[in-house]
Each structure stands twice: as C-alpha cells, then as structure tokens.
C-alpha cells in the first residue's frame, strides 16, 4: 500500500470514527499533495510524498512560538496533536546523535577540521543522506556542535 493510499484509508477511518482533528489534518495532507502534483503536473512518488509531509509538519512546528507568544493555548493543542498524526506518516527521526556520527563522515570526507565559514558545505552534504529522517535545524544544530 502506497503512502497516498494510507492516507486515503486513514481519511476514511477518520470519519467513521468522528476523529475531527485527525480527518482535518490528513484531509490537508491530502490537498498539499494533490496541490504539488497539479503545480508540477506529476504523480509524486513515496520520496516526494513525504517531503510534502515534512514540510506540513515544519510549518507546524514553526507557528508554535507564535501561538504560545499569543497565549493560544488551544491552538497549541491543536497543532501539537496534528504534528503527532503527521509523525506516524514519516520514516523514524534520528537522534541527535546520529545526525552527528553522518557529520563527521561527511567531514572526513570532505577534509573539514572545523570552522564556521564550512557550514553551507556541510549542511549541503549532509542533508541528502538524512532528507526524511532529520529535520534541518537539528542538522543545523549538530553541525553547529561539531564545528
């Protein structure tokens, strides 16, 4: 079973279960997918299935300082339960720590001891062996930590 056909199924389940927040939000997964797909005029595979997941769920994660600034407290809910339902759709997320050990392959590699001045190099380097799996600020902030 595809990814989109997941999501197609766990729609349908959503509404026989009356699960509001969970139909919302695979319901809007489903619509930024079929978005990309008119934009580019492509069927998007499992790869580019997730990288739209991704990004719903970074969009996410970015407005929460806002909400919480604002006091919203409900949209907090909200939008930490629609994160939690995206996650599941998503391959496992590495740890910081595994982030770091891809780093410093990635470093050796390239023969970077260390300095600020490389970290568009690596992060270039690093991002295609962890797209899906590592979100970009936590690369950012390994890369950061190692150099």
Same mark, same amino acid.
């Given at each position: 079973?595809?990814?989109?056909?997941?999501?197609?199924?766990?729609?349908?389940?959503?509404?026989?279960?009356?699960?509001?927040?969970?139909?919302?939000?695979?319901?809007?997964?489903?619509?930024?997918?079929?978005?990309?797909?008119?934009?580019?005029r492509?069927?998007?595979?499992?790869?580019?299935?997730l990288?739209?997941?991704a990004?719903?769920?970074k969009?996410? $994660?970015?407005?929460?300082? =806002?909400?919480? /600034? @604002?006091?919203?407290?409900? %949209?907090?809910?909200?939008?930490?339960?629609?994160?939690?339902?995206l996650?599941?759709?998503?391959?496992?997320q590495m740890?910081?720590?595994?982030?770091?050990?891809?780093v410093?392959?990635?470093m050796?590699e390239?023969?970077?001891?260390?300095g600020?001045?490389?970290?568009?190099?690596?992060?270039?380097?690093?991002?295609?062996?962890?797209?899906? $799996?590592?979100?970009?600020? =936590?690369?950012? /902030? @390994?890369?950061?930590?190692? %150099?």
């Amino acid at each position: 079973m595809t990814l989109k056909e997941k999501l197609s199924e766990d729609f349908k389940e959503a509404m026989k279960a009356r699960d509001e927040i969970r139909k919302t939000t695979v319901n809007l997964i489903r619509a930024a997918i079929k978005q990309v797909e008119v934009d580019t005029r492509t069927e998007l595979d499992e790869e580019a299935v997730l990288g739209v997941i991704a990004k719903q769920v970074k969009m996410r $994660k970015d407005a929460l300082p =806002d909400f919480e /600034k @604002a006091g919203r407290t409900d %949209l907090l809910e909200t939008y930490n339960k629609e994160i939690d339902i995206l996650m599941a759709y998503l391959p496992e997320q590495m740890t910081i720590e595994e982030i770091q050990k891809i780093v410093r392959e990635v470093m050796a590699e390239l023969g970077i001891e260390g300095g600020k001045q490389n970290m568009g190099k690596l992060m270039g380097a690093v991002m295609p062996k962890v797209k899906g $799996k590592a979100d970009g600020g =936590d690369v950012r /902030k @390994a890369i950061e930590g190692l %150099l």
